[in-house]
């Protein structure tokens, strides 16, 4: 079993893969073809398993409330997973995730950056940056499927339906037009040691 290779599952269309023991940055899923950027794949399955095992271990934390000694150094350990978690997932955006992933990533991120805020882990400006490219992955998901409904016909009384949605995507646009300043600025304020692929690449508003 040892030397079978290590197994993979493809980001890109699920399969399972056996990837040989050496292999450089990439791999080319045999299945569809897609080229897989191997340690974001490895960075960001480490991150999601130490986020799992953090969230269980801190959902055993409350049984322990009552014992001060015992519950500091619990959660201390959950600290400590998560903080594995956090540096992974950080490291797994490096590269363009597949947009589940970008999406899960974000979500597991603004997560743990809340609890390392109220310990002074993180700053507050990187808790949110976290914040803000969920609103904003909140708001595109909302203004795309404005798109959608107001590309389907609707017949005449939908017209008052469609007069709302044309506001709502409007009202979006400029609040998406906002947030991409904002996350520009905490950007170029903030210090980490490679630009992060965090937020969605190649996004437009859609008439
Ligand atoms: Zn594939």
């Known amino acids: ?33 897609k080229r897989i ?15 799992k095992e953090g969230q ?34 950080q490291q797994a955006f490096a590269t363009d995730l597949v947009e589940p992933q970008r999406a899960l990533g974000v979500e597991m991120m603004v997560n743990m950056a809340q609890l390392f805020t109220k310990r002074d882990m993180i700053s507050g400006l990187e808790a ?12 595109q998901d909302e203004y795309d ?11 005449i009384l939908g017209f008052l339906k469609r007069m709302r949605w044309r506001l709502r995507k409007r009202q979006l646009k400029r609040a998406l037009d906002n947030l991409n300043q904002n996350i520009k ?3 170029a304020n903030m210090a980490f040691a490679y630009p992060l692929h965090a937020r969605k690449s190649h996004w437009k508003p859609g008439d």
């Not at 950027?37 to 986020?51: H, K, M, S, V």
């Not at 271990?57 to 015992?70: C, I, V």
């Not at 949110?128 to 708001?139: G, K, P, Q, R």
């Not at 499927?145 to 017949?155: E, R, T, V, W």
């Open 1 to 33: 079993m040892a030397d079978e290779g290590v197994p993979l599952t493809c980001p890109y269309c699920d399969q399972e893969l056996i990837l040989p023991k050496q292999t450089g940055q990439y791999y080319t899923c045999e299945y569809c073809d």
């Open 37 to 51: 950027d191997l340690p974001a794949q490895f960075a960001f399955n480490r991150g999601l398993e130490a986020f």
């Open 56 to 89: 269980a271990a801190y959902q055993g934390l409350k049984y322990l409330k009552k014992k001060r000694a015992a519950y500091d150094a619990a959660e201390l350990t959950v600290v400590r997973i998560l903080e594995k978690a956090y540096f992974s997932i």
């Open 128 to 139: 949110s940056y976290w914040s803000l490219l969920m609103v904003e992955h909140t708001a």
């Open 145 to 155: 499927s404005l798109c959608q409904k107001l590309a389907s016909p609707l017949g």
């Open 185 to 187: 600025r905490v950007e």
